[in-house]
């Protein structure tokens, strides 16, 4: 029956040159129909316009390692701001010679971030490994153990301050979340409309509210004597702002539960609090972990409000910087590193909860 | 030992009377703790003599705010400097929320585009801008006004009639004529109009499945009648240009350089948000529907408007209701760069008065106004446009 299957010899046509490759790619991105081609030509045009102009100023005219008054001449930018200023804008006011400490803190909170990356790693032994980590960086900040000088908290700023408030805020606020969010679901009223108010209350008003109160506010609330200095305060409100943010989210994650996982539960003899710890918190909270990133994420840019109560976060110091009269008016330069250090953070963390998302929805199909 | 009936329960364990206990002892940690910090604060307030109650209010406030939409001087009583602080954040708030709105669905739509060079520019546009924390940009901005634009003398001017400068943005308007009033008024009247069609012409498509081209009607009596009052006025012309007196311009309209840079930078920064939501409203609707609207005929405009549409708002509008609020809310960093809004203003009562709870409440106050009054607009929304199962 070999004959039944024609075997016949034709020449393979190949597509048009105009439909393959870069001429091919361009025709059907970028110049399909009248309307698509006059918006690349004009989005191409503007792009000529400001690209090559900025690359100049940036990268071409610029200086990087040049004093202040050096600077005043010239046309393009003044990076050597940054480089000049670099240990205060990200160290504030710590002990100049000590300045090894923090940076190494930072090395080691960035490993752990790093390290945890990966959801194979998720043990409980990383779980120690974090307070570990926690403990040394405390330590490593504020000294007097182990022959460390220690260094008063207030001295604290720059970039240290602003991942601690930020990582602090979120291990603190989420434990906080989640009592909150279950009491939103409790049965008993007391409990569900004390988180009710709470939560809505705080996310109804803006965070600097919470800050004005801690600066100014909280003072007044402690009996005569007991102070708690500045950075612990401010902590304690991104802390209790963020926790409400959080119990939105978590709450989130306990309504996509089947009512089948309680009554499952329930027909175990389960009582409550093991329903919820061994049931329903770990199927909930796994479900949330994307959106509680994205808390993180505006948790980090939220800690910059706190340049408005007067810590010496990275914002602040890059501003002091910039009220030296060597450095005053370079302030482009100044605020484009800023920018670009939270854009690594945020961006860096938005890409992992990306990648997570996919994850977990590939684990669902399955 | 007996069986215990169900009535001799111990109460520790009977789940309705250990809900009682449980949440009496709630109530009263929590009151324990209200007291603990009331009693300190009345101590504390008493020891530094600080006053207590809203009487400040009625005060001169003896501080000037550089920009008001009422009448205000130094002379004004603190509760009048509130009030121009509060109009002053709806004022950058409302302008900022309807360019938001503008550009964020642009971004939205450019993000979806077919053509890959906007598509790409407007994801780099929406990553960028969510990255960088909204105080940063607020400081950006307002340090380009001071550092790129000439004092008054030397001021650019791009077109005629405009001019910048490091005192601000001042720009020709029509001269004050009566007209505008009626315009106004006119304007008002042409929406009212439109939406009286709209209902009319939706209870008839639904009664007889007649269409009538609503969306164009309704553009040309919004832009037509206006149009013809200002005619019928005489169609005055007449253009109040600024002009440089002393070190300021006077005449046409001045925008402080706060002002602008508090507006600019809540509107980029909160149009990356909404480009997001419209995004991901627009990608909620399956494929499948534009394919069974053309199928039974629709022509393009038509599907848009009576299938994509109602379907993406649904998605659409919670997110963007929450952006508007957040706008709101960031609108409260102002503080940080001197524009006059309502945080600011009660900055400067706390500091002359001393009285900071009644101030920081009265800003906690403010906002949850807002945002109790957006999330009931939210829940009405919500109940109006929830799909009805059947």
Request: proline content about 5%.
């Amino acid at each position: 029956m070999e004959e039944s299957i024609q075997r016949t010899q034709t020449d393979e046509l190949k597509p048009s040159v105009t439909s393959v490759g870069a001429i091919g790619w361009a025709r059907s991105n970028l110049f399909n129909g009248v309307f698509n081609s006059i918006l690349t030509i004009v989005t191409l045009y503007l792009l000529w316009e400001i690209i090559p102009p900025l690359f100049q100023w940036a990268f071409i005219d610029s200086v990087w390692h040049t004093t202040g008054k050096a600077c005043r001449g010239i046309d393009g930018a003044c990076w050597s701001i940054i480089p000049t200023n670099l240990r205060f804008i990200i160290f504030g006011f710590f002990p100049y010679e000590s300045q090894w400490r923090p940076l190494l803190a930072m090395f080691i909170l960035f490993g752990l971030l790093f390290y945890s990356r990966d959801r194979k790693h998720w043990t409980k032994y990383l779980g120690y490994g974090w307070i570990a980590g926690l403990f040394v960086m405390g330590l490593l900040m504020k000294g007097g153990l182990f022959g460390l000088t220690p260094v008063e908290s207030t001295q604290w700023g720059g970039l240290p301050l602003t991942l601690l408030l930020s990582v602090f805020g979120l291990t603190a606020a989420y434990p906080l979340g989640v009592v909150l969010a279950l009491g939103r679901q409790s049965k008993m009223p007391g409990v569900k409309w004390l988180s009710v108010i709470y939560i809505e209350l705080i996310r109804g008003v803006p965070l600097i509210s919470l800050l004005f109160m801690s600066s100014i506010i909280f003072p007044l609330f402690l009996p005569e004597g007991i102070t708690i200095n500045k950075i612990l305060r401010a902590q304690v409100a991104i802390i209790l702002f963020t926790a409400a943010y959080i119990a939105e989210v978590v709450r989130g994650g306990l309504q996509g539960m089947s009512r089948g996982q309680y009554e499952a539960a329930e027909s175990m003899g389960l009582n409550y609090y093991l329903t919820m710890r061994l049931v329903i918190l770990p199927q909930a909270l796994k479900i949330v972990i994307p959106p509680t990133v994205s808390i993180l994420i505006s948790a980090f840019k939220d800690t910059s409000l706190v340049v408005i109560i007067a810590l010496y976060d990275v914002l602040k110091t890059t501003q002091s910087v910039l009220s030296n009269p060597e450095w005053m008016g370079f302030s482009r330069e100044a605020y484009i590193f800023v920018a670009i250090l939270y854009f690594l953070g945020c961006f860096s963390m938005s890409n992992f909860s990306r990648k997570l998302e996919k994850e977990l929805s590939a684990g669902e199909q399955q | 030992m007996e069986d215990s009936l169900p009535g001799s329960v111990p109460f520790w364990l009977d789940p309705k009377k250990r809900a009682i206990m449980f949440q009496i002892a709630v109530f009263a940690m929590v009151g324990l703790l209200a007291y603990y910090l009331v009693s300190n604060t009345l101590i504390n307030l008493k020891k530094q003599s600080i006053a207590t109650g809203f009487s400040f209010f009625h005060k001169e406030s003896s501080f000037e705010i550089g920009e008001s939409l009422i009448s205000y001087s130094a002379a004004s009583s603190y509760g009048r400097a509130l009030i121009v602080g509060a109009l002053n954040t709806l004022k950058v708030s409302f302008i900022g929320i309807v360019i938001t709105v503008i550009l964020g669905a642009i971004l939205g739509v450019a993000r979806l585009s077919s053509n890959w060079l906007v598509s790409r520019l407007s994801s780099i546009y929406i990553e960028v801008m969510q990255d960088i924390p909204i105080l940063l940009q607020l400081f950006f901005w307002y340090a380009m006004f001071y550092e790129t634009f000439p004092g008054p003398r030397q001021a650019l001017s791009p077109i005629n009639g405009l001019f910048l400068c490091n005192r601000g943005v001042a720009f020709t308007v029509p001269a004050a004529n009566p007209a505008h009033k009626y315009m106004f008024l006119s304007l008002i009247l042409a929406c009212v109009v439109a939406y009286v069609i709209r209902r009319w012409a939706k209870k008839r498509q639904d009664e007889t499945g007649k269409i009538f081209p609503v969306f164009s009607i309704s553009i040309g009596l919004i832009i037509g009648t206006p149009l013809v009052t200002w005619l019928f006025f005489g169609a005055p012309t007449k253009m109040d240009i600024p002009k440089l007196v002393g070190f300021n311009f006077t005449g046409g309209i001045t925008l402080s350089p706060e002002f602008i840079s508090i507006l600019l930078g809540l509107i980029l920064y909160t149009a990356a948000f909404v480009a997001e939501a419209v995004r991901a409203g627009i990608q909620s609707v399956s494929k499948g529907q534009r394919e069974a609207a053309m199928a039974i005929g629709l022509r393009p405009p038509l599907v848009l408007n009576l299938v994509i549409l109602p379907q993406a708002l649904r998605v659409i509008i919670p997110p963007l209701t929450s952006q508007m609020l957040n706008l709101t809310k960031n609108s409260s960093l102002a503080v940080a760069i001197g524009y006059p809004d309502f945080v600011s203003v009660a900055n400067t009562t706390i500091n002359q008065t001393g009285q900071s709870i009644e101030g920081v409440a009265l800003i906690m106050a403010l906002y949850l106004i807002f945002s109790l009054s957006t999330s009931a607009f939210m829940n009405w929304y919500n109940k109006r446009v929830a799909l009805v199962e059947r």
